[in-house]
């Protein structure tokens, strides 16, 4: 019998964003009653045999219209904090934190995430991102950003030199004689030339348990695929529709080969939601109630106001798109959000063709553009789809973002996980101790291993 390829499964803590239901009366906010939510989320992850938690990172509230974005006001607590008081409460389920490679350095994101690694017992992982604009930056001491050309270059060198950190420490440089002391000679000063890091520096922290803490990578472009080629063990992707996840997946596990790994080193794990229902109408029913509480018609609103860069308070979210063309030589009237809009005037032409043809007023338009791939129906169905695409390898296995704070991950892990394990594409228990471990991912190579040329150790 040919055994089934496993799913692996994360757990994305929701938090201020348009996907989740914020405003019901179950939810609780990240700054009341905080940790109890992050708390509930990942015993339940851990009860459902998830592979890890994932918390978001910003890095400031984002401003529409010079006016705080209202989806953000409710804060963002540290990401350290956060995951250091879950190794605590948890004893399998992954650690997994986003910190930004542009306006944080590798020496303390190594000792850091080390310190994370050994609270845990080897279940740290590091989602790297970037940024790219000066607003982010002013909150920064040296403001500014980066070329768009060299924040993945950038990206690269912090991994690679939060590695040799890592590695600088070989796996038996404690001696413990009833004082622990450093053995000499078992640790290697870090040099890096730069351009981007340059840093000579002997780390402080012994080599985590897992030895590279887990590395995730977030970005579609060319750049950020060729980022996740080289240095990320897993991917947390955007592809919804089967056919995409397929081009995705054999796209990116087609860039390893340069770089000398094999398809197994990378996993391909997209973002999506689900919706339950006992009746495929009834988890439609509940879809379309969570997208009108999501988004609201102020979320609309901005959502649109973003791509014509102008104020649109005059028009209708339950009307027709303006049929005036985008501001495309203004300053941008939205701070602290990702760009989707390339070319502006040619997306607004495409969206009210959309309209037109679906018939589908601004707010129903926004609800068909932002939806997040949704798995939608019976447990029975659900737990069959997100089979059919690991096993058509259209991914790994999936990111999962509940819609509601902290309970919306109880629902999956007590009805769909059990489908899954029946089906045998699933776990019934953790086969390792570490996060790479349950990943099925290659041991991190140890001391003493052949650094880049940018990278260099002595």
Do not use: C
Request: net charge negative; glycine share 8%; hydrophobic share 40%.
């Amino acid at each position: 019998m040919t055994t089934k390829k496993q799913i692996h499964l994360g757990a994305h803590f929701p938090g201020v964003n348009h996907h989740t239901v914020w405003t019901d009366p179950t939810h609780t906010p990240q700054t009341q009653s905080a940790f109890a939510s992050f708390q509930h989320l990942a015993a339940t992850a851990e009860r459902g045999f998830f592979d890890f938690v994932f918390l978001a990172e910003g890095l400031r509230l984002r401003e529409h219209r010079g006016q705080l974005v209202d989806q953000d006001v409710v804060g963002r607590p540290d990401t350290y904090a956060v995951l250091a008081a879950l190794a605590g409460v948890t004893t399998h389920v992954g650690l997994a934190g986003t910190i930004n490679a542009t306006y944080n350095d590798p020496y303390e994101l190594a000792r850091q995430l080390a310190t994370l690694d050994h609270l845990s017992g080897g279940r740290a992982a590091w989602n790297v991102v970037t940024s790219s604009d000066a607003f982010h930056g002013a909150n920064f001491r040296r403001g500014g950003y980066l070329d768009y050309a060299d924040r993945y270059e950038r990206a690269r060198e912090v991994v690679e030199t939060a590695r040799a950190l890592w590695d600088a420490w070989a796996p038996d440089a404690i001696v413990d004689d009833g004082g622990s002391f450093v053995r000499p000679g078992s640790l290697g000063t870090v040099r890096t030339p730069g351009p981007l890091v340059d840093i000579e520096a002997l780390p402080t922290y012994p080599r985590p348990p897992q030895g590279h803490p887990v590395i995730l990578q977030a970005g579609d472009s060319d750049g950020g695929r060729e980022l996740a080629a080289q240095v990320a063990d897993a991917v947390f992707s955007r592809h919804s529709a089967l056919d995409d996840g397929k081009a995705f997946y054999a796209d990116v596990k087609g860039r390893l080969a340069r770089y000398g790994r094999r398809p197994e080193d990378l996993l391909i794990l997209p973002g999506s939601s689900f919706v339950l229902g006992d009746t495929a109408a009834e988890a439609e029913e509940r879809l379309r109630e969570l997208q009108l509480q999501t988004v609201r018609p102020s979320v609309a609103r901005g959502f649109v106001e973003q791509l014509w860069n102008r104020d649109l308070s005059a028009y209708d979210v339950d009307g027709p798109l303006p049929s005036i063309d985008p501001l495309v030589d203004a300053p941008s009237i939205t701070n602290g959000r990702a760009s989707m809009f390339k070319d502006p005037v040619a997306i607004a032409r495409q969206w009210r063709e959309l309209s037109e043809s679906k018939g589908l007023s601004i707010r129903e338009l926004v609800i068909f553009v932002i939806g997040r791939s949704n798995f939608v129906g019976t447990p029975e169905h659900v737990a069959a789809e997100i089979d059919r695409y690991v096993q058509e390898d259209a991914s790994d296995g999936f990111i999962l973002v509940p819609h509601l704070t902290p309970h919306g991950l109880d629902e999956f892990a007590d009805k769909v996980v059990p489908l899954l394990q029946e089906r045998g594409s699933f776990r019934t228990s953790y086969e390792g101790s570490t996060l790479r471990e349950n990943l099925g991912l290659p041991a991190a190579e140890a001391f003493g291993r052949t650094l880049s040329d940018s990278v260099t150790a002595s």
